[in-house]
């Protein structure tokens, strides 16, 4: 890059065109390929009506404290100091302590903030409460909870859920069917968490095609396969994929096409499930024609599909959306059930993966470097909750959950500090969370702008983005690293979480321990060099500090060859054990059987969904939502982006249906929608479009939710309306994708979106 200005994002990376300390626009870096449409929105939003310029702090707060709850997310807020925004946090955080333990503080973080390995707010926080006593902390993630719960089970790790995918060039060489459970988006494959240097996804496929491979596309959405792969779409019942699956594995069993060396060899249990898809003990066979009635597939497109998938090298994607809904782990099981079954596991382009298409890493040849991060500390604090159950949490505290074979209580919070993400886009049922959040004394969050959750905090500290400060930058399964040196002052009055941090542990009497006595370059320098040494283990070569950071980027040569998923124990079972109980593939896990669980059985089962397009609620509530991830913002950032908005319908969210379901409804393209369940409603602007299965509608995640006093969300997020419930009481993830609604045309003046307003600011103390 010879030393150009460079932004570096979670969705690729962009020269910074800079004019008189301004940063006027972003170019796409040489050689990407497809470079990401986000990067519009960078260089208007830094500046826009919605940054926070100082810190703030919620007038009833200010008069009341916690007796003001009530009134969290509607008050106006008033401009503070920081000097007194840092001593009230640092009382606060010592009030919690001295009178209800470390464990009434809840660490709310989430690790999108930034893709910088310095300041990544989730660890910055983490580490600052892990030095101040500890705190209440989440496990899992809302993208994969069910998935990395499950397969240490299963095939002992998580590899193929997060990392140690069969790669990319072994699936171009040597897979000539690729089965999509949930397709292939390529609008997923544009962001990576901890950044991405070049886009690379779809050249991958085209070169799969190019080598002989056929594509089939398992999803409701005709669009979640790229056009130019020429997929068969088999336009499949949304949370149905298990039904389906183990009809496949049927048809394999009853037509002789199972690999029965391979389930005696390397796998476990597998008289289990032979029973089970005959139907031995519940008399009915999990045949195509049973399927067929689920799934809404044919049952000789089924049985066909076996039949291809028996006939030649095949990979299973599964896509990680599939384990967002109801009993999520059972499609994940059951797609290994049916990977062994073919007996190709572990088979170069053979096998299992989940997330291809979910990400921009998944799939790249790696060498395996654990990059550096900002250290953490020890958490002396041991009470903690699955991600997706905080309201649980909140509403519930001393109630029992389990999770993972153990019974656990919800610890009763007192204060949320939140830095990094948005919960008020990521949670379900945004109405209960909006109950749930107002049972805190105390909120604080760091935040560069007014989203929903800065308006439902009481002090809100303006955060700087990557733009304003000096950062090191690692695509780290492409080996690509960035100089992210700061492009532009701090808007306002904006400090960087470290600063922030660094500020209130002074306060508290820990800050050398905080800082390690380095300041922010210091830390930068520190990390690269921990990112040399790890290189230098593996035999690769990182210039020095300061040929790297004026140079702007290095990127190491690609491996020889990353090994495919579960290579080494194909190859040698007894050498190379799985870390299961039985060092081999547990088609039927006696572990979880022994646990008891109604809703998560030993083996791969198929349940009914709490709802579906089968339950008896369809007919009040006929179509299925699919709130898949969005297009031009990743998750909820940069809504206020000129890229995100520029999509927008009558100014509120997208929302596709397909000509025959929005004609059923009398609502005409571009209409403004009312979409309701028994949970809550949003307002969208109608998009028809026959990529879309009858029955199913989608409305993508993230948009800055703005409820009126009636809890009517204008703007469209359908976090409004999705199911708050734990897959199972194995994992305890979110289901978001098990919803069903209703829509109408919305018959009234359509209100103002004010999302992209601030709040009222005041002086005066209520």
């Not at 990544?120 to 926080?125: I, V």
């Not at 040196?485 to 500020?503: C, F, K, N, T, Y």
């Not at 809703?599 to 791969?604: E, H, L, S, V």
């Not at 100014?651 to 596709?656: D, F, S, V």
């Amino acid at each position: 890059m010879s030393g150009e200005p460079v932004l570096f994002t979670h969705w690729g990376a962009y020269r910074a065109r800079i004019e008189a300390g301004r940063l006027v626009g972003v170019d796409p870096m040489p050689g990407d390929p497809e470079p990401s449409m986000i990067g519009r929105s960078l260089p208007g939003a830094l500046d826009d009506a919605v940054r926070i310029r100082q810190p703030m702090v919620r007038a009833g707060w200010l008069a009341d404290g916690p007796r003001s709850r009530a009134t969290r997310g509607s008050d106006a807020f008033v401009p503070v100091s920081w000097a007194r925004a840092t001593a009230l946090v640092a009382a606060e955080i010592r009030r919690v302590r001295e009178a209800h333990g470390n464990s009434a503080i809840f660490g709310g973080s989430y690790g999108w903030a930034s893709a910088g390995r310095f300041h990544h707010a989730q660890s910055q926080l983490h580490r600052f409460l892990n030095l101040c006593g500890g705190y209440t902390a989440s496990v899992n993630t809302h993208s994969y909870a069910a998935g990395e719960v499950l397969l240490p089970h299963v095939i002992g790790s998580q590899d193929g859920l997060i990392k140690g995918h069969t790669p990319w060039p072994e699936i171009v060489a040597h897979t000539r069917l690729l089965v999509m459970f949930g397709g292939m988006p390529l609008k997923n494959t544009q962001v990576a968490a901890g950044g991405v240097g070049q886009h690379g996804v779809r050249d991958v496929l085209k070169r799969c095609r190019d080598a002989g491979a056929k594509f089939v596309s398992i999803s409701p959405i005709r669009g979640d396969a790229p056009p130019e792969l020429g997929a068969e779409w088999l336009a499949v019942r949304p949370n149905t994929d298990t039904a389906l699956m183990l009809a496949l594995a049927h048809t394999l069993l009853t037509e002789g096409l199972h690999d029965e060396r391979f389930l005696a060899g390397w796998c476990v249990g597998f008289e289990r499930v032979r029973d089970y898809l005959l139907g031995t003990a519940d008399g009915r066979a999990k045949d195509a024609a049973w399927a067929a009635l689920i799934c809404g597939i044919d049952a000789e497109a089924i049985r066909a599909l076996a039949r291809r998938m028996a006939a030649t090298r095949t990979m299973i994607a599964v896509a990680w959306s599939l384990q967002r809904a109801d009993h999520g782990e059972q499609p994940y099981w059951a797609a290994i059930t049916l990977a062994a079954m073919l007996g190709q596991i572990g088979l170069p382009g053979g096998g299992f993966g989940f997330g291809y298409g979910g990400s921009n890493r998944i799939g790249v040849p790696s060498h395996g470097i654990a990059w550096p991060a900002v250290p953490q500390r020890v958490n002396h604090v041991r009470d903690f909750i699955p991600l997706a159950r905080l309201a649980d949490m909140l509403l519930n505290p001393g109630d029992s959950f389990t999770y993972d074979g153990g019974t656990y209580r919800y610890p009763d919070i007192r204060l949320i500090y939140w830095a990094g993400g948005n919960p008020f886009h990521h949670h379900s049922d945004l109405n209960r969370l909006r109950e749930a959040w107002r049972r805190p004394e105390t909120v604080v969050v760091h935040e560069p702008w007014w989203n929903p959750l800065a308006r439902h905090a009481d002090i809100v500290l303006p955060c700087t983005t990557p733009a304003e400060r000096n950062d090191l930058g690692i695509a780290g399964d492409e080996g690509h690293l960035f100089a992210m040196r700061r492009l532009v002052a701090p808007i306002g009055e904006a400090r960087s979480d470290h600063e922030i941090l660094r500020g209130i542990a002074a306060e508290l009497g820990f800050e050398a321990e905080f800082t390690e006595s380095r300041d922010e370059m210091g830390w930068v320098r520190h990390l690269y060099g921990e990112a040399r040494k790890r290189a230098a283990a593996r035999g690769l070569t990182l210039p020095p500090f300061e040929e790297f950071w004026e140079r702007g980027d290095v990127r190491l040569p690609p491996p020889n060859r990353a090994p495919g998923l579960l290579e080494a124990f194909r190859a040698d079972p007894a050498g190379a054990p799985l870390k299961t109980p039985s060092g081999r593939i547990e088609l039927y896990s006696e572990r979880i059987a022994g646990f008891g669980l109604a809703d998560c059985p030993g083996q791969a089962t198929w349940m009914e969904p709490a709802e579906w397009l089968g339950a008896p609620v369809a007919r009040r509530f006929p179509l299925h939502l699919v709130s898949n991830q969005p297009r031009l913002r990743l998750h909820s950032q940069y809504d206020n982006g000129v890229a995100s908005r520029s999509a927008k319908v009558a100014g509120r969210e997208p929302l596709w249906i397909h000509p025959d379901d929005a004609a059923a409804r009398g609502i005409a393209a571009g209409a403004i929608v009312r979409v309701f369940n028994d949970r809550g409603s949003c307002l969208a602007g109608a998009v028809l479009t026959d990529t879309m299965m009858r029955g199913v509608v989608q409305l993508a995640t993230g948009a800055w939710v703005d409820a009126d006093e009636t809890g009517l969300d204008r703007h469209g997020n359908p976090n409004t309306l999705t199911l708050d419930k734990g897959t199972s009481g194995l994992a305890q993830g979110p289901i978001a994708h098990t919803a069903l609604v209703e829509i109408e045309r919305y018959a009234s003046a359509a209100p103002v979106v004010r999302a992209f307003e601030p709040p009222a600011l005041t002086t005066e103390v209520a």
